[in-house]
């Protein structure tokens, strides 16, 4: 029964973290980019991003397939039996990890085409600045870590369901969200380096405007770090990550290239996620999702069981099966993950409005990330609900043109 209320209150607190949050004021469509943007720019994105979606679309088949065909036809049935056979069926936990390090790199080999094609696209736009051997050992660690991640908890699932049996997902949710913790946590000194060096801002303009605006909100001790982002591409970005003493705001260098108000902006923003404590609702939510989709792996294992399809909830032999749940539930809810973070981004958007009255820096902002990043200020409503974790670029303009009043930003 305790493990019963722990559980039942971790999906409580993943429902309340997502529904409680600051919202920003609803805008409605997303308008017109024709009066924010010149028409050349609008074209030259259009180029850049509509072989990008079809691409995308194609990469979501792909992942979405491998494992299916891993799980549902005797090729796949007969490739995880040799992988089991070959680490010993006895040996539960290994077999199950061994098959999910098969499947992630399977996916890896029959996308490579689509990702080399982005990549290559990308370079013609002038926005990767990475040589095939770099984008190459970049996307082996990304394989890699993801292979390793996929091991642990395939690993973990089975040495729980092998050791309790019927209670398994019980004692799963609450580990889960330890361990959803522990990533966010310890993502910055463990896993961000793989990709960035960082380094601390830099004394000069830059550094003391955004002190102004550290102090604005009460927060000048914030950690304020550079990464080299510039060794692989031109965009320009920021992020918050971390929790308690690992929380910190990283800027690309690339980013450094702006007005110092702009950055303020963008600075700002952030700090409204932090204020927002948008790292801490996505773990519990991230909890609560890894809660339902063990719900629903658990009433695919039982049906299969009562079929007579597997021995047991720690068959090894089904593992191909829980992986490929694990991925179809991760795809189908791609556009849930993408509502709530447009959320997030929406109320990061206003937070920073509200901080720094700046309405004016903040369309130039916006405006300069879009023409920079090639990204586009409007994208198909489809493309938008499956996968756009930002409000579109035409919105946020649309909210800052709103709010501002007279001494806002126009088209």
């Not at 990304?142 to 398994?168: H, I, N």
């Not at 801002?201 to 982002?229: M, Q, W």
């Given at each position: 029964?305790?493990?019963?209320?722990?559980?039942?209150?971790?999906?409580?607190?993943?429902?309340?973290?997502?529904?409680?949050?600051?919202?920003?004021?609803?805008?409605?469509?997303?308008?017109?980019?024709?009066?924010?943007?010149?028409?050349?720019?609008?074209?030259?994105?259009?180029?850049?991003?509509?072989?990008?979606?079809?691409?995308?679309?194609?990469?979501?088949?792909?992942?979405?397939?491998?494992?299916?065909?891993?799980?549902?036809?005797?090729?796949?049935?007969?490739?995880?039996?040799?992988?089991?056979?070959?680490?010993?069926?006895?040996?539960?936990?290994?077999?199950?990890?061994?098959?999910?390090?098969?499947?992630?790199?399977?996916?890896?080999?029959?996308?490579l085409p689509v990702d080399l094609w982005m990549y290559r696209h990308a370079r013609a736009f002038g926005l990767s600045t990475q040589s095939p051997e770099g984008w190459a050992g970049d996307r082996a660690i990304e394989v890699a870590v993801t292979a390793l991640g996929a091991a642990l908890v395939l690993a973990v699932g089975y040495a729980l369901a092998r050791r309790w049996s019927r209670q398994w997902l019980l004692v799963a949710v609450p580990l889960g969200l330890l361990a959803v913790a522990a990533t966010a946590l310890v993502a910055p000194l463990l896993l961000e380096p793989l990709r960035y060096n960082t380094t601390p801002l830099p004394e000069g303009p830059v550094r003391d405007t955004l002190t102004a605006v550290l102090e604005a909100d009460g927060r000048r001790d914030a950690r304020l770090l550079v990464a080299d982002a510039s060794r692989r591409t031109t965009r320009q970005n920021a992020y918050v990550s971390g929790l308690a003493g690992t929380r910190r705001i990283v800027l690309f260098d690339t980013l450094l290239e702006r007005r110092?108000?702009?950055?303020?902006?963008?600075?700002?923003?952030?700090?409204?996620?932090?204020?927002?404590?948008?790292?801490?609702?996505?773990?519990?939510?991230?909890?609560?999702?890894?809660?339902?989709?063990?719900?629903?792996?658990?009433?695919?294992?039982?049906?299969?069981?009562?079929?007579?399809?597997?021995?047991?909830?720690?068959?090894p032999y089904a593992a191909g099966v829980v992986a490929a749940v694990v991925v179809v539930v991760m795809l189908a809810t791609s556009p849930v993950v993408a509502w709530t973070s447009r959320r997030a981004e929406a109320a990061a958007d206003l937070?920073?409005?509200?901080?720094?009255?700046?309405?004016?820096?903040?369309?130039?902002?916006?405006?300069?990330?879009?023409?920079?990043?090639?990204?586009?200020?409007?994208?198909?409503?489809w493309a938008r609900l499956w996968w756009w974790s930002h409000p579109p670029a035409t919105s946020r303009l649309e909210l800052a043109a709103r709010l501002g009043g007279p001494e806002g930003c126009r088209p």
């Amino acid at each position: 029964m305790p493990w019963t209320a722990v559980t039942a209150c971790i999906l409580v607190a993943g429902i309340v973290a997502v529904v409680t949050r600051p919202l920003a004021p609803d805008l409605g469509p997303v308008p017109d980019p024709a009066p924010w943007f010149d028409a050349a720019l609008l074209r030259r994105i259009a180029a850049y991003q509509q072989p990008v979606r079809r691409a995308a679309v194609i990469g979501v088949v792909i992942d979405l397939a491998v494992p299916v065909v891993v799980a549902a036809t005797p090729w796949g049935r007969a490739l995880v039996r040799r992988i089991v056979d070959a680490v010993g069926a006895v040996r539960v936990s290994r077999a199950a990890a061994a098959v999910a390090v098969a499947v992630v790199v399977l996916m890896a080999v029959v996308r490579l085409p689509v990702d080399l094609w982005m990549y290559r696209h990308a370079r013609a736009f002038g926005l990767s600045t990475q040589s095939p051997e770099g984008w190459a050992g970049d996307r082996a660690i990304e394989v890699a870590v993801t292979a390793l991640g996929a091991a642990l908890v395939l690993a973990v699932g089975y040495a729980l369901a092998r050791r309790w049996s019927r209670q398994w997902l019980l004692v799963a949710v609450p580990l889960g969200l330890l361990a959803v913790a522990a990533t966010a946590l310890v993502a910055p000194l463990l896993l961000e380096p793989l990709r960035y060096n960082t380094t601390p801002l830099p004394e000069g303009p830059v550094r003391d405007t955004l002190t102004a605006v550290l102090e604005a909100d009460g927060r000048r001790d914030a950690r304020l770090l550079v990464a080299d982002a510039s060794r692989r591409t031109t965009r320009q970005n920021a992020y918050v990550s971390g929790l308690a003493g690992t929380r910190r705001i990283v800027l690309f260098d690339t980013l450094l290239e702006r007005r110092p108000d702009e950055i303020a902006l963008i600075v700002a923003h952030e700090l409204a996620h932090q204020r927002n404590r948008d790292v801490l609702r996505g773990v519990l939510a991230g909890s609560a999702g890894l809660a339902a989709l063990c719900l629903l792996v658990e009433l695919v294992v039982r049906r299969r069981i009562r079929r007579g399809r597997q021995r047991g909830r720690a068959d090894p032999y089904a593992a191909g099966v829980v992986a490929a749940v694990v991925v179809v539930v991760m795809l189908a809810t791609s556009p849930v993950v993408a509502w709530t973070s447009r959320r997030a981004e929406a109320a990061a958007d206003l937070g920073s409005l509200q901080l720094t009255g700046a309405y004016a820096d903040y369309c130039a902002a916006q405006r300069g990330l879009v023409e920079r990043n090639l990204s586009d200020p409007a994208p198909p409503t489809w493309a938008r609900l499956w996968w756009w974790s930002h409000p579109p670029a035409t919105s946020r303009l649309e909210l800052a043109a709103r709010l501002g009043g007279p001494e806002g930003c126009r088209p």
